[in-house]
């Protein structure tokens, strides 16, 4: 059945490492999106693509990077240039302009 | 600069009263406007959205009404049930499509 998949559900990462987290849809969506949530906050854009081989940054980019060589896959890495990096990380797909359908999220802690 | 506020953090509700979440804006371009629930440790799942041509959409309990002039939406929820308790985000779409979102508010319904 079609849906939004992320992985791992929880994830740690020692100081000064960078991380890979995954994202993946079949629901044939063009666009694809990376949010962050911390405590208390809305969801804050980090990248977003709305085409393959093409991504914009969002509000909060800095430290982090992605790629978009598949439709079907966003996947973040979260490097150790991001000074605070322990979030909840959500992953969006979108078919029109408008609408956003979410995965489950990612948390990370950094330790 | 938060251009989408929802200036309550929680609201309380008795099952079977109304629920009414607001949310306000500032950038006069947004012209679609959206509320998602969200629960713990998961995904936010869309509720319903609304159009800035239009000032009220209904589906089921849910209603969103949109005060242009004020520039001020809020979501109703009648009526209320303990299984409506969740964070609900408001959020609001430029014509590209980008979205950003409100700080949510934590609705209770007591039975």
């Known amino acids: 059945d079609g849906g939004i998949t992320q992985s791992p559900k929880y994830l740690f990462r020692k100081e000064g490492q960078n991380v890979t987290l995954s994202c993946e849809q079949n629901?044939?969506?063009?666009?694809m999106y990376w949010y962050r949530q911390d405590p208390g906050q809305g969801l804050r854009l980090i990248y977003y693509?709305?085409?393959?081989?093409?991504?914009q940054k969002g509000d909060i980019a800095e430290g982090y990077s992605v790629s978009r060589e598949k439709k079907e896959s966003f996947p973040l890495t979260v490097t150790s240039a991001q000074k605070n990096p322990t979030a909840f990380y959500l992953c969006?797909?979108?078919?029109?302009?408008?609408?956003?359908?979410f995965g489950p999220g990612t948390r990370l802690t950094v330790l | 600069d938060q251009q989408v506020k929802q200036n309550s953090p929680s609201l309380s509700v008795q099952e079977g009263r109304i629920s009414i979440l607001n949310c306000d804006y500032t950038?006069?371009?947004?012209?679609?406007f959206l509320w998602y629930k969200k629960y713990p440790a998961e995904g936010p799942t869309f509720l319903i959205s609304i159009s800035s041509i239009k000032d009220k959409n209904e589906d089921g309990r849910f209603t969103v009404f949109l005060n242009k002039s004020a520039k001020h939406l809020s979501l109703h929820i009648v009526p209320s049930q303990p299984g409506d308790s969740a964070v609900y985000f408001c959020a609001a779409s430029l014509p590209y499509g980008k979205l950003t979102f409100g700080q949510g508010t934590i609705l209770t319904v007591h039975p």
């Open positions: 693509s709305q085409i393959v081989n093409d991504f």
């Open positions: 969006a797909s979108s078919p029109t302009t408008h609408e956003q359908f």
């Open positions: 950038n006069s371009m947004f012209d679609y």
């Open positions: 629901l044939n969506h063009d666009a």
